[in-house]
């Protein structure tokens, strides 16, 4: 195994999370559980400009009806982030939060690790009811959604 994605193993290991190195890929996907949600995990190792970089996917695609509200709304939630964003692929609707880590010169731990999943998950988990409301119609505007969200 890559030696990055050795590392990112440790860290799920340590945390008890069962994981899977996708096959023939430096890519290890985990399950989540959120305080409402389930959902998939990746961990993407790039040991040739030793970089990991770490996606929580939305477990639905955003309809096209929806997909203005959903970048409005992930646009406003990504301007006030200090750590990751939100990613929202215009043609199929596939939603992710993004982070990742640069460790060149440096050396990766676990700890390390922990410092770029935590964030992620909790960003997810904090916006995917929100998401939720858009696909379902249950909102206002995305601007109040992201209000009521962020209290």
Known sequence: MAKLLTI???F???QGWAHERLPGRT???FPFQGDEERWVCYAEAQEEHQRVIFYSAC???IPSEQRLAAAEFITRVNYGLII?????????GELRFKTSLDVKGATLTPALVERAVVPNLHAMNTYLAGLMAIVGGKFDTPARLVADIEG
């Open 8 to 10: 990112v193993a440790a």
């Open 84 to 92: 990751g964003n939100f990613e929202l692929d215009l043609d199929d």
């Open 12 to 14: 799920l290991e340590g």
């Open 59 to 61: 477990p639905f695609n």
């Open 27 to 29: 890519v290890m996907s």
